[in-house]
Each structure stands twice: as C-alpha cells, then as structure tokens.
T-cell receptor, first 115, second 111 residues
C-alpha cells in the first residue's frame, strides 16, 4: 500500500518568491495536517484539513495557506518567502479528526531552502 | 513552561545498555501521548502510544506519571539501529489533529 507522498522532495527558492507544496494522503484517509520542522527542533503544527475544511491552524502568519481537494490531497502555499521559512515541511494523514484517536502517518517531507 | 519539554541530549551509550528519556508536558488535561522516532533527514514514525499508566513493546517501555506530568521511554539492550532522535508528542485536547512535539532527544548507540 502506498504511504503518504509529498512533492517535490527538495526545493530552492529566493526571498520574496511563492512556493506550493503537495501532499497525497494514504488511500481512505480524510485528514491531512501540515507541519514545519526547522533544524534541531520538533515539527510545528501549521494546519489541519478534514473533509476539505480547515479544522485547525497553528501560530503561523497569513503568508501560509492551504487547501484540501475532493480527492483529499492537499496543497500548502507560502507567499513572500523569508529566509526563516527554510525547513522540512511534513504532511501527515490520518483516518479521523481527533489526534488522540487515530495514528498520524507522515510523508517523507519537502525540504525547502530559501536563499 | 513549554507545552512539551525534553532533554535534547545527545545520549551516547554502548550497545546493550539501558537508556531512559524523560519528557514533561504542561496541559494536565492531556489524556494520550506518543513517542515518535525520527532518523536523520527522515520523517517521524510512531514508536509507541501511551493511553494509561504505561505501555511495553519488546525492548521499549513507556511510562506515564499524570501527577507529575511526565512521560518516560526506556530502551533496554540498546542496538546500533536504535540510534535516532526520539520525539515526545502530546495530541491536542478537545478535538483536532494537532500534535505538539518536543524538541527530541538524540540517541547514539556505539560499539
């Protein structure tokens, strides 16, 4: 069975540019969450989408946005990139809505470098 | 107080040793907890779930102390392949899929 897939694997952008990251959840999973992991830190929650609706948002600026499509895949968009946005962006999928009830499976991540 | 705190390590231990990691959390309403393992430049993977006082899976034992609000992970008979970063994770209470991660504890098992 295919796991969570993310594209691209690596990306290099310059300050001020825009980036779109993509995630396909495990088949049958309706919840997708996005996390940012900077070097030396644990992942930080950005968004959760469940059944195509935003169900949670972390402490990130409005430059970060996301959406979920009818097939439950998701996109994370970041505008006006800053050097500090350089990080590993992880997508996690799960069957249900509540974090304590369902295991979340992480994709391999997209490594974004902003120069 | 941070939501989830861990000793970042690194813990350097010889093969066969027993090693323990501690994690403290701030939300007394939290009911469930996770330990994730993350290899260098890879994604986190679930190692253990802790819903009551503890959980055991082979060489790995997780314990929960609700009164003191800490979770521990014990690894017995360490293997070289156990070298990784171990992340303490607390899920959101009251709904939603948010996971709050600690900074992780790095373990290096040596010959």
């Amino acid at each position: 069975d295919a796991g969570v897939t993310q594209s691209p694997t690596h990306l290099i952008k310059t300050r001020g540019q825009h980036v779109t990251l993509r995630c396909s959840p495990i088949s049958g999973h309706k919840s997708v969450s996005w996390y940012q992991q900077v070097l030396g830190q644990g992942p930080q929650f950005i968004f959760q989408y469940y059944e195509k609706e935003e169900r949670g948002r972390g402490n990130f600026p409005d430059r970060f946005s996301a959406r979920q499509f009818p097939n439950y895949s998701s996109e994370l968009n970041v505008n006006a990139l800053l050097l500090g946005d350089s990080a590993l962006y992880l997508c996690a999928s799960s069957l249900g809505y509540r974090a304590g009830d369902y295991e979340q499976y992480f994709g391999p991540g997209t490594r974004l470098t902003v120069t | 107080r941070k939501e989830v705190e861990q000793d970042p390590g690194p813990f350097n231990v010889p093969e066969g040793a027993t090693v323990a990691f501690n994690c403290t959390y701030s939300n007394s309403a939290s009911q469930s907890f996770f330990w994730y393992r993350q290899d260098c430049r890879k994604e986190p993977k679930l190692l253990m779930s802790v819903y009551s006082s503890g959980n055991e899976d082979g060489r790995f034992t997780a314990q929960l102390n609700r009164a003191s609000q800490y979770i521990s992970l014990l690894i017995r008979d360490s293997k070289l392949s156990d070298s990784a970063t171990y992340l303490c994770v607390v899920p959101a209470t009251g709904g939603g899929n948010k996971l709050t991660f600690g900074t992780g504890t790095q373990l290096k098992v040596e010959l």
